[in-house]
């Protein structure tokens, strides 16, 4: 027997995806001492989710912050990187773009600077 479980997401600010396959499970018998999945299945079933749902979250949180909150400009793209989250089923690498501060801030006497949104929230958290 082998079983297929897969994901995907819909709706919400989230872009449809393609289903991803998350896990297989295989039991080449049927015995009752394999009822079920192994604690190790579960984990690592619950790893792939949050390897799958954490950056698609985190994109749509991005897609809100890449305006300016003063003026309401888009903010310009400096680089991308990513960083690591650490959930309670493991590590995420997620994007992480860094944006230009928006002109307006030079307008009010501010040095014009780099901002990472992402970075700047979950090290608040």
């Known amino acids: 027997m082998r079983l297929i479980i ?13 289903a991803r396959v998350v896990a297989v499970v295989e039991r080449k018998d049927r015995s009752l001492a ?34 300016c909150h003063r003026c309401g400009s888009m ?26 501060a928006c002109s307006c801030a030079a307008e009010q006497g501010q040095p014009r600077r780099s901002l990472s949104p992402l970075c700047k929230a979950v090290t608040s958290v």
Do not use: C, Y
Request: hydrophobic share 45%; proline share 4%; no cysteine.
């Open 6 to 18: 897969e994901a995907r997401v819909e709706g919400g600010e989230a872009r449809a995806t393609d």
């Open 34 to 67: 394999d009822l079920g999945l192994t604690l190790a299945e579960g984990r690592a079933l619950l790893a792939e989710v949050q390897a799958f749902l954490v950056p698609e979250q985190t994109a749509g949180w991005m897609k809100s912050r890449m305006a």
């Open 75 to 100: 903010l310009a793209h400096k680089d991308a990187r990513s960083i690591v989250l650490r959930t309670v089923f493991g590590k995420v690498d997620v994007p992480s773009p860094r944006l230009w």
